[in-house]
């Protein structure tokens, strides 16, 4: 299914007056509008391939219809996610669930629907059903060296179908960890990811970066060998200046202040990207900006703030890895992946309206009070209808889960897939 601009833009034309007066409004009352907007307009998110079909958990999964069943139509998942938000314009692949067979016209597909290939991410979390040797103690970490190489192999082999599709960067997110005290020598497990990591380091192209992932816990619940944003700093720094630190939001122990970590990450210069969800207890995947919104604020101040004093703008084409990563249960996976592409653009387009130079002075006289009302200033500005403004002027839909509903786009999926459709993925 391909929604072509002109059936987005008839839809748009019952919702252009109401828009129009909020946009008026909302010029009133916010500086600069024009600049925002643009900046807006350049910004991209890109979607994961394995967030287009419903999620579970290991209590059970609800699918729902019309999934995509291969990579090809994946991408014309997110082709249809780009068409209506002009936001999701990359896709980034998980191998092995997603290998390019045709890797030409897979690039050809994606180009027809305006998208580029974000990260590849590779999977040394689960056995494959060919491969030789079993990840269940590990991988990167393995006591075993010829699992350790069996692991090494597949993320090469990951770095090459990237290559094959113009993708410029590997996500490597391992599982690796223990579940019992003593079972695993910390020092050890370091040492041999670390060597791993070197190696496939040194199959990276010139032009790649490689992000490191890091996370609490799950699927090891005693010590994850990529635990926290310090242990991914250090591997990433041993590495070399192609690594960088992968910051997703919903792999920190609880009430960890991510911002503060954002912050640091861009002093060194070390923050690779971002995956985007969130969550209220664990790894929730939720919806992005569905839990904690003024904590997306506040990351997406740090960005902002970050950015300007690093003089890197982190836009399109900046080389920033942005993503969103979820996949839940019980929602139109389309559908919230809209929403949380919407909460990013909010909280960004937030971030912007921050006066950074009456912070910084606040700061300077320790005046807490006012630090706290500019930043809330902020937040609290409704900034909704420059984030439809944004999406007119990209040629997008003003409000796509609106059209999407409509156009009635997972009715004419469910009757082109079947019903019974499941995405490969997780
Ligand atoms: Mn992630």
Redesign the pocket.
Known sequence: MILSEKIIQDHNTSLLAKHKLHFEFAKSQINDVDSIIKRLVDFQVAI?SWALGTGGTRFGRFPGGGEPRSLEEKIEDVGLLHALNKTSGAISLHIPWDIPTAPKDIQTLAAQHGLAFDAV?SNTFQDQADQEYSYKFGSLQNVNKAIRKQAVDHNIEVIKHGVDLGSKSL?V?LSDGSCFPGQLNFRKAFENTLESLQEIYAALPADWKMFV?Y?AFEPNFYSMTVGDWGQSLLFANKLGEKAYT?V?L??HLPNANIEQIVSLLMMEGKLGGF?F?DSKYG?DDLTVGSIKPYQLFLIFNELTQGAQLNNAPFDQGSGFGW?I?ASHNIKDPLEDLLQSVEAIQIAYAQSLLVDTIALEDARQNNDVAKAQEILQEAYRTDVRALVAEARIRAGASLSPIAAYRDLKVRKELISERGLKTIATGL
Do not use: A, S
Request: glycine content about 6%; proline content about 7%.
């Open positions: 994961p991410n996500t997110w992932e996370k992968l997703d919903g792999h995956h969800n790894d993503m990563d």
